[in-house]
């Protein structure tokens, strides 16, 4: 870094990438500013800057205790431990030392008394919330919302005919003929942990999911112009049950409320929905299965006179972008929920999902909204 850019980046301030300190004495204290950029997109300490600005300087002997202690920092008092690199910037009134830390791809970083600090504007802040600690377990792949139990469901709560069904088509096996208990059989699928359902086993294969996990549902509503109106609606209706069933009656609400077009196709023949029902699968299909299930809030399905909209609680994980599902990238945010998928609804697992659904119907919009953390797609009538 040359002078002239560090004094560009101190003449505008700290903000959420850089942080200006006179000097570090303590460890502790440099350890949670080193967490909280690590868990929060990476950053700069400026060491040697007050905080208005104006530069107190470095001396060598300052610079030599600093190593130590940005040394000890990242290695003892970091977890896991990091590399920040370091680099002396000499100006006319003493020495700035910069220090760069990266985003961390081991989430979540804590300090030795197990706090987890992440940025918060140009301050920094204590992660206190299970939701959020969740969360930023869930992005390091650490644990996936599909497999934390199901608030209280059990194996008896499952519905065991449907099941049964189930076992004999996806596997030419019957439950009966399996030399494993039930309940032994259902941990070996992931279903199930101490005899209680997880948030898949619930969803695929209890009798009424929805008892207990209340707000994983969809609610549609179908509007007479193109907003969102409070009292006027065509039709509205929550779909709760397996998602087998939450997936059917909620794609046969929405082919309901769209027109049928003739086309090529005969007078005397019903036509076909306005929107091709492959692209309304694949894209309802990645909504239940994508979604993600640390979010206590329903899957919401809005029709409009000109365009249908299906928004899932949760932004695309990690690094994925819109740009990348359109070709095909994919990063499985519940991948026991993924798994069964396969064999329950139309759901290849390949990452294909929105590609065959754009083929099929170019006029479809894709919005990541990280700031609200949802994922809308708008797909426009004709």
Same mark, same amino acid.
């Given at each position: 870094?040359?002078?002239i ?8 301030g700290e ?24 868990n929060?997109?990476?950053g700069?300490?400026f060491?040697?800057v007050? +905080? =208005? @600005?104006?530069r107190?300087?470095? !001396?060598?002997? #300052?610079i ?7 040394? $000890?920092? %990242? ?16 100006? +006319? =009134? @003493?020495?700035?030392?910069v220090? !760069?830390?990266? #985003? ?8 030795? $008394?197990? %706090? ?27 644990i ?15 519905d ?11 596997f ?26 997880n ?7 209890a009798?009424r999911?929805?008892?207990r996990?209340?707000?994983f549902?969809v609610k ?72 993600d ?9 809005f ?5 249908v909209?299906?928004?899932?609680p ?28 396969t ?16 083929k ?6 894709l ?16």
């Amino acid at each position: 870094m040359e002078a002239i850019e560090l004094l560009e980046i101190v003449s505008r301030g700290e903000d959420g990438k850089h942080q200006l300190k006179a000097n570090f004495t303590n460890v502790d204290s440099l350890a949670s500013e080193m967490v909280a950029f690590s868990n929060s997109g990476g950053g700069q300490i400026f060491i040697g800057v007050n +905080d =208005d @600005g104006t530069r107190s300087g470095l !001396t060598s002997a #300052d610079i030599d205790r600093l190593n130590q202690l940005i040394s $000890n920092a %990242a290695s003892q008092s970091v977890r896991p431990p990091i590399n920040p690199s370091t680099e002396n910037i000499t100006l +006319d =009134d @003493g020495i700035v030392m910069v220090v !760069t830390i990266l #985003d961390g791809i081991s989430k979540p970083y804590m300090d030795n $008394n197990g %706090a987890v600090w992440v940025k918060s504007g140009a301050d920094k802040r204590k992660v206190t919330s299970r939701e959020e600690i969740q969360r930023m377990f869930q992005v390091a792949g650490l644990i996936h919302g599909d497999e934390i139990p199901a608030n209280g469901l059990t194996i008896s709560d499952l519905d065991i005919d449907y099941f049964r069904s189930f076992f004999q088509k996806a596997f030419g096996e019957s439950l009966e003929s399996q030399d494993l208990p039930l309940d032994k059989l259902l941990e070996n699928m992931n279903l199930t942990k101490d005899g209680n359902l997880n948030i898949a086993g619930a969803l695929l294969f209890a009798q009424r999911p929805q008892f207990r996990l209340p707000v994983f549902i969809v609610k549609a509503v179908s509007y007479p112009g193109n907003d969102i109106h409070e009292t006027e609606y065509i039709d509205s209706q929550d779909f709760s049950g397996k998602l087998a069933d939450v997936y059917q009656k909620t794609l046969g609400f929405i082919i309901n409320n769209l027109r049928n077009v003739q086309g090529d196709r005969s007078v005397n023949t019903l036509g076909l929905p306005e929107i091709p029902k492959i692209a309304l699968e694949e894209l309802l299909t990645n909504a239940l299965i994508h979604r993600d299930y640390f979010i206590s809030a329903p899957i919401r399905v809005f029709i409009f006179s000109d365009r249908v909209e299906i928004i899932s609680p949760g932004h695309l994980p990690n690094n994925l972008t819109v740009e990348n599902i359109k070709t095909g990238n994919s990063n499985i945010r519940n991948p026991i929920l993924a798994s069964f998928a396969t064999k329950i609804l139309p759901y290849r697992g390949l990452g294909n999902g929105v590609r065959r659904a754009l083929k099929e119907y170019p006029d479809i919009d894709l919005l990541d909204d990280k700031a609200s953390n949802l994922f809308k797609v708008v797909i426009k009538r004709r």
